[in-house]
């Protein structure tokens, strides 16, 4: 007989008298939750359908009322759409069909706005951090299996501002191979938004990678600064009770750094046959703010859903003074360059677009009368819709592939 199975008995009974006595079994932790809380259930959101509905959850058991605010989603598509609140404590939304294309939303928890915790893209604005619903579905828009630029953040030294300021640019695939020179186009955003916002909501990089993949678009660099330069927004300092018009920090902070900057780092065609600028709103405001007195630079120039903003009629109808007709400020301001035909004629591509039922259709209307009246040759676009991003993705799509 083996040794060891004979005294097999004796040693099991000598551990058991040996053994401590067992521990207590621990108190069994709520099932994954942190503290004794219990987990939050699996959930998907945004999750957009076949049909291009967005469904919004959020995990919010204690909330007495959940909201959602997306200014992008078209009225349609959420109306008689409300929150409701599963036994799980998950409240979910759904909306109508939407467009495809890319909609930054919050949620107002019991009166707070949130991002969604369970979404990962994210949009700054000159606010606010929103977070992003893609839908796909647009030839143009949608991320494909198509070589890719890429997108870099850019921190440059201001010495018109005297601080450290922040832009995004563009690079078309290729780019890094470290061959040939591109030409450049400085893309402008508008009030509520910042240098990211091109990228993260407006997808300029997806829609240039497909433009450029399909032989629509030329190859460019696109450089995309920060139009606010204070605290309160804005691109231009405060003006002091009568005396001249306000500095305008953005044009000094553009035309001293932001263009030496990109010339000086980046491969770009510096002359004006390639070099193009544009922007929404505001930042369409801005581009004729810095193309009109720089006409020699600029061979194109694009205002979407803007014109000629202020020119102080605002002020005169404060003081109770008869208003000064459309644009007159900015004629008697640029009145040599306006009426320099030598300088018009290197200016290839002049493009308004606005939607029908933007606010600012006049004042787009108004602008391009003016420059007309001064010999220049402006294209004007009335697309459907209004001041959204809807419109100004769509605007940079027949807008890009004219360039160069």
Not at 28 to 33: D, F, I, K, V, Y
Not at 62 to 84: H, K, M, Y
Not at 215 to 243: E, S
Request: charged letters at 15%.
């Amino acid at each position: 007989m083996n040794l060891t199975l004979r005294f097999l008995p004796l040693l099991v009974a000598a551990t058991m008298q040996q053994a401590p006595a067992p521990s207590p079994a621990p108190a069994t932790p709520a099932p994954g939750g942190r503290g004794g809380q219990p987990a939050a259930p699996q959930f998907t959101s945004p999750e957009v359908s076949a049909d291009k509905r967005i469904t919004f959850r959020v995990y919010a058991p204690d909330a007495a009322t959940v909201a959602l605010r997306g200014g992008d989603i078209p009225a349609p598509a959420r109306a008689n759409t409300e929150f409701t609140k599963a036994a799980n404590g998950v409240w979910e939304l759904t909306t109508g069909a939407v467009e495809p294309g890319a909609y930054r939303y919050v949620y107002v928890i019991n009166g707070v706005g949130v991002i969604d915790p369970r979404n990962t893209a994210i949009s700054e604005s000159n606010t606010t951090t929103w977070s992003v619903a893609t839908v796909p579905g647009s030839d143009l828009m949608d991320t494909k299996g198509v070589p890719h630029g890429a997108v870099s953040t850019v921190y440059y030294d201001s010495t018109a501002l005297g601080r450290t300021r922040r832009m995004h640019i563009y690079t078309p695939p290729g780019y890094e191979s470290g061959k040939g020179s591109y030409p450049v186009f400085y893309l402008l955003h508008g009030a509520g938004d910042c240098d990211d916002s091109w990228t993260s909501v407006g997808r300029a990089n997806f829609i240039l990678d497909n433009l450029i993949a399909s032989n629509k678009a030329k190859p460019m660099i696109v450089v995309m600064p920060a139009g606010h330069t204070n605290a309160g927004g804005g691109g231009r300092g405060a003006a002091a009770a009568g005396g001249p018009p306000p500095r305008d920090e953005f044009l000094e902070d553009f035309t001293k750094d932001v263009m030496p900057y990109v010339e000086k780092h980046y491969r770009v065609i510096a002359d004006r046959a390639h070099r193009a600028i544009a922007g929404l709103s505001m930042g369409g405001s801005q581009t004729l703010n810095i193309s009109v007195p720089n006409l020699e630079k600029f061979g194109y120039v694009g205002v979407y859903s803007s014109g000629l903003l202020g020119g102080g009629r605002g002020a005169a109808a404060a003081s109770g003074t008869p208003a000064p007709p459309f644009g007159a400020a900015f004629e008697q301001q640029h009145a040599a360059t306006l009426d320099n035909a030598a300088a018009k004629k290197g200016l290839k591509l002049f493009w308004f677009a606005t939607g029908v039922d933007d606010g600012l259709m006049p004042t787009t209307k108004n602008t391009v009368e003016l420059f007309k009246k001064h010999g220049f040759s402006p294209v004007m676009k009335e697309s459907p819709g209004g001041h959204t991003w809807l419109n100004w993705r769509s605007y940079l799509i027949e807008f890009a592939p004219q360039l160069f």
